[in-house]
């Protein structure tokens, strides 16, 4: 796909709704017991996985418009007649490896090219320690893994990496463990799960302490059915407000983006960098903090440093962040982020390989990388790695770049943002 160039951005946009409360309040949907109403998930290829594996366990699913409802089996899903595939979704595999920990049948979950070659020993580890029976190659580090679960007993485990999807997996089976289940974190990743489950009735403790963040859940609780309203995705929004900060003119309004402050990291970043944000109308939704955000054009961007403990805030962010990097007043760093290169592709990789392509002094390290930014970019061959985040980021990119610059592999967008390209001709106005 050839990517066209921009003149100036316009009007308002609510992108679709959040990735990680979508899978969140499905999934919780069918543990809990009784009906839950879901308004506005976010529906595109990952958030669909979850959805169908949810169904072939048993659970009862409608959908009406904008919203699903689901008919909670209050932890009792049924013996699956096949393999349950999580597509491209690491989300899906490794918290459904945690949800199946719980069930007392056999289930094979496996994925799609990229997702069988990451990781999957960092949620299968822990739950093996509170008495799940999984295996697979690699020891189960690699999909397909198959779980046979029950009887289950709390742990209290350090969760090294702040993967949130681990954490969650370990929360959701220590439901059903005997005893407390405890999570320890050196930085607190995203905590949708905690807002979530207490929306659903969970009784939760939280203890942020100096050197680790601590949630501790006891088993044997239920989970009541409820209602959760899922709002925009700051992930994808990222894209929208870079482009709205390198146009040449314009101004853009961003509606209902969700500001949880373990996901806007991208967003402090890029004040820091010089960028025009507003926010307005700050508000709840469904125990979840969200803003309209209005942005104009930046006239120039200071280079900033990313740290590791800042990483968890901003990670799915860095390939767009990277991008912003490029067009800065000097060099930019990111330390800390070897986690990048277990995402749907090495995205320390793409960033760098991509870069460079566009004429950019890139120097990458094993966790990171460092950008030399330029006012101009040059046309190039992009390679997406059919990873959706990149192809997005490089999307901006290529607005902003006289020269041509081609995407490969475009439709991956679906994983995440079905409507990108619809969505992005309807804030533009094109040279
Ligand atoms: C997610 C957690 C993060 C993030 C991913 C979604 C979640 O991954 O990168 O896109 O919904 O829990 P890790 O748990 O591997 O950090």
Not at 177 to 187: D, I, Q, S
Not at 201 to 230: D, F, M, N, S
Not at 334 to 343: C, S, T
């Amino acid at each position: 796909m050839q990517i066209p160039k921009i003149k100036r951005v316009k009007g308002e946009l609510r992108v679709p709704s959040d990735k990680s409360i979508t899978h969140r309040a499905f999934i919780l949907g069918a543990l809990a017991s009784g009906e839950t109403v879901v308004y506005n998930p976010l529906i595109s290829e990952d958030t669909k996985a979850t959805l169908s594996i949810l169904k072939a366990l048993g659970t009862q699913v409608k959908t009406q418009g904008n919203t699903v409802v689901l008919e909670g089996t209050n932890y009792s899903f049924r013996e699956p007649e096949d393999v349950l595939d999580a597509r491209n979704s690491g989300t899906t595999a490794r918290i459904m490896t945690g949800v199946l920990s719980t069930q007392p049948f056999f289930s094979v979950i496996t994925g799609d090219e990229s997702l069988r070659s990451r990781p999957m020993l960092r949620v299968v580890e822990p739950l093996r320690q509170m008495g799940a029976s999984i295996d697979g190659r690699e020891d189960a580090n690699r999909l397909p893994v198959s779980i046979r679960g029950g009887e289950l007993k709390g742990i209290s485990y350090f969760n090294k990496k702040a993967s949130a999807q681990v954490k969650t997996a370990l929360l959701l089976a220590g439901l059903r463990a005997e005893g407390m289940t405890e999570v320890l974190e050196p930085y607190l990743s995203r905590d949708h799960t905690e807002r979530m489950l207490k929306l659903f009735g969970a009784r939760l403790i939280t203890v942020p302490e100096e050197k680790a963040h601590i949630v501790k859940i006891k088993g044997g609780q239920e989970l009541t059915g409820t209602e959760v309203h899922c709002p925009a995705d700051p992930s994808s929004a990222a894209y929208f407000v870079a482009l709205a900060t390198l146009a040449p003119e314009g101004e853009l309004l961003l509606k209902e983006v969700l500001l949880n402050p373990t996901r806007d990291g991208f967003y402090r970043k890029i004040i820091q960098m010089g960028a025009d944000l507003s926010f307005n109308d700050v508000r709840e939704i469904s125990n979840e903090p969200v803003a309209d955000i209005t942005v104009r054009p930046a006239k120039t961007l200071k280079p900033v440093s990313v740290k590791p403990e800042e990483v968890p805030s901003l990670i799915d962010e860095l390939p767009i962040l990277a991008v912003l990097m490029a067009f800065a007043d000097g060099v930019s760093e990111v330390r800390g982020a070897k986690e990048l290169r277990y995402k749907e592709s090495d995205r320390i990789r793409a960033i760098v390989e991509n870069l460079r392509r566009m004429g950019v002094e890139v120097e990458e390290f094993e966790d990171g990388f460092a950008i030399k930014g330029t006012k101009k970019l040059r046309g190039a061959k992009i390679e997406t790695f059919g990873d959706h985040r990149i192809a997005m980021a490089f999307t901006i990119a290529g607005l902003l770049t006289d020269e041509e610059v081609i995407i490969d592999r475009p439709e991956c967008v679906s994983v995440s943002y079905p409507n990108f390209w619809e969505d992005l001709m309807r804030v533009v106005e094109l040279r």
